[in-house]
């Protein structure tokens, strides 16, 4: 799904935070303007499952997944608003078993090794790695490729427009995540033009 959804979007995956249940629409739309199409609405606040389904209504080109998921209670709730993809900030048997009955993309979050190949066994070979500068950054995407080969990873955590070029280069990233593309204050502000020029840039 991710490689059939990355022919028409662009590789990033801004980290959203939804803070008024009025922000999500023109949040999204600034996103996409920008040709930022892979949305993760997080469940960090209260408004995150109304926004999915805000945005899955009034946004057609975006594909909207869900983030911040750490029960399979979570996952199910999303899903009914429409979610299109799940990502974890980590990974468990729950999860796992609820992401497979479900069938469609899961992003689980792996930062070691050990925790790679239990997601890659319970059958997930895209993969959220997650922090992914606290936890090692490009030289641990690199050590991954060698025994991991098969495995391909969303870096998230402490990238920004700096340094996502250098993780998107790698062979094993297919895309990057997180939360420069929204900033808070450019979002409080409904900067929206803000917003479609850092997408753009990205
Ligand atoms: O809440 C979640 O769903 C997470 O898993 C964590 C986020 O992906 C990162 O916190 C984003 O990291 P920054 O781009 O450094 O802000």
Avoid at 24 to 36: E, F, H, I, W
Avoid at 114 to 127: D, I, L
């Amino acid at each position: 799904m991710w490689d059939l959804w990355l022919e028409r979007a662009k590789p990033l995956v801004p980290v959203i935070v939804i803070n008024s249940p009025l922000e999500a629409v023109p949040l999204a739309q600034a996103l996409v303007d920008g040709g930022v199409r892979l949305l993760e609405v997080t469940l960090r606040t209260q408004h995150g499952l109304g926004a999915i389904e805000a945005i899955r209504q009034a946004v057609p080109e975006a594909i909207v997944g869900v983030g911040t998921v750490t029960s399979a209670q979570q996952m199910e709730s999303a899903l009914k608003k429409g979610a299109q993809f799940v990502v974890s900030p980590g990974s468990s048997d729950d999860l796992f078993a609820c992401a497979r009955e479900w069938g469609g993309p899961f992003l689980p979050g792996v930062a070691t090794a050990s925790e790679v190949m239990r997601a890659r066994e319970a059958g997930f070979r895209y993969q959220k790695f997650f922090p992914a500068t606290a936890a090692g950054g490009i030289p641990m995407l690199n050590a991954f490729s060698g025994p991991f080969s098969d495995v391909r990873f969303c870096p998230t955590g402490g990238i920004g427009q700096s340094n996502h070029h250098e993780f998107l280069a790698l062979k094993n990233v297919f895309a990057v995540g997180g939360s420069w593309l929204t900033p808070v204050d450019a979002v409080s502000a409904q900067n929206w033009q803000a917003i479609t020029s850092l997408a753009i840039a990205g």
